[in-house]
């Protein structure tokens, strides 16, 4: 449903853009091997099927090597202050609206300084797309614990093992009340793909958190779950309206027993496909979706895909209705501003 409506800056006419109208002529400088090249290139594959003139696209980011992703596109841009990307996008987002506005941030900038400006995204449905690099490490800094690192990792600020519980992007999202809200990974270009595409056509805030491998300061993170031998049994794609199965034989699923997931097996016990847990990405309670976000490797296959997907006013929208109100009241006066109320003399 709310990926039929019209996008913000699209053109009525095709404009018949290509991946390279996209790419700008700086060099594009992290390290070799990091997973940020593949969301690059898969960003830039995605936008010349939005039909959005260059000119109508806004990337605003935050401080991090993810936040050198301005500088790659060829569309305006905005590298800005630690944490505080949403805060600049809700203004030129408010300030503009037919504007495609979206946010490029990591774990680190995202959820430590930027953890407030994020909730506060979410919650009010700003009409802009974030997409969230977490590779579980500050690597611009060069190898410190971040938000997102496990419990126990050893790091340069952590020589003993981290002793903090790491945030769960999609459950900060979900809480916070966000409209759309997927994970996808670095190394899966299709699902990426498709994922930052659907997030495009959202109206409304959308979040993608993507696993990124830091291949110089946190090599292999998602190995487990992500290596092509192992992801069909370690990774559960989200299809809407569809059961919930995976597997390298298509034999397991997820099953609810009482509140809680539990994996069972396709055959045994009489266990059927209609006993299976079916995804509803469009559900207005968010409860099920924050209980896969709950879902973690090992006990679980990791969820891929969209969790939530639903519609709302969004924010530049009722603000803009605000203002029509005032507006039709007539012109106000600020010296009478200034004077009304209480006021007081000091002498």
């Known amino acids: 449903m709310t990926e039929l409506l019209k996008l913000a800056g699209a053109s009525e006419t095709p404009l018949n853009l290509q991946r390279t109208d996209f790419i700008s002529d700086q060099e594009v400088r992290w390290c070799p091997g990091c997973g940020d090249y593949s969301i690059l290139f898969q960003v830039q594959s995605v936008l010349p099927k939005l039909n959005i003139p260059r000119e109508n696209l806004v990337f605003v980011s935050g401080i991090g090597c993810s936040s050198r992703f301005p500088y790659y596109m060829n569309t305006y841009g905005f590298h800005t202050i630690h944490g505080r990307a949403p805060?600049?996008?809700?203004?030129?987002?408010?300030?503009?609206?037919?504007?495609?506005?979206?946010?490029?941030?990591?774990?680190?900038?995202?959820?430590?300084?930027?953890?407030?400006?994020?909730?506060?995204?979410?919650?009010?449905?700003?009409?802009?797309?974030?997409?969230?690099?977490?590779?579980?490490?500050?690597?611009?800094?060069?190898?410190?614990?971040?938000?997102?690192?496990?419990f126990g990792k050893k790091t340069k600020s952590s020589p003993m093992g981290s002793i903090e519980r790491p945030i769960n992007p999609l459950c900060m999202a979900i809480a916070s009340e966000a409209t759309f809200v997927a994970r996808s990974i670095d190394v899966d270009t299709k699902h990426l793909a498709a994922t930052i595409e659907r997030a495009a056509r959202h109206k409304g805030v959308s979040f993608v958190e993507i696993y990124q491998n830091c291949n110089i300061f946190n090599d292999g993170a998602y190995?487990?779950?992500?290596?092509?031998?192992?992801?069909?049994?370690?990774?559960?794609?989200?299809?809407?309206?569809?059961?919930?199965?995976?597997?390298?034989?298509?034999?397991?699923?997820?099953?609810?027993?009482?509140?809680?997931?539990?994996?069972?097996?396709?055959?045994?016990?009489?266990?059927?496909?209609?006993?299976?847990?079916?995804?509803?990405?469009?559900?207005?309670?968010?409860?099920?979706a924050y209980l896969l976000t709950q879902m973690n490797f090992p006990e679980f296959p990791v969820p891929m895909g969209v969790f939530r997907n639903v519609f709302k006013p969004t924010f530049e929208e009722l603000t803009a209705q605000q203002l029509e109100v005032a507006q039709a009241r007539g012109r106000g006066s600020l010296e009478k501003l200034l004077n009304s109320g209480d006021t007081w003399v000091i002498e």
């Open 87 to 150: 805060t600049i996008a809700t203004g030129i987002k408010v300030a503009n609206p037919d504007l495609s506005v979206w946010v490029i941030t990591g774990d680190g900038d995202g959820l430590s300084i930027g953890g407030n400006h994020f909730i506060h995204v979410m919650r009010r449905n700003l009409d802009v797309n974030v997409l969230l690099f977490n590779n579980r490490i500050y690597g611009l800094t060069k190898g410190q614990y971040s938000p997102t690192s496990e």
């Open 223 to 288: 190995k487990p779950i992500s290596d092509k031998e192992v992801r069909a049994d370690n990774m559960l794609y989200l299809e809407h309206g569809k059961p919930m199965i995976f597997g390298k034989d298509r034999n397991k699923g997820i099953r609810l027993n009482g509140i809680k997931p539990e994996v069972v097996t396709l055959g045994e016990n009489g266990v059927t496909a209609d006993d299976l847990l079916v995804h509803d990405e469009n559900a207005e309670d968010p409860t099920l």
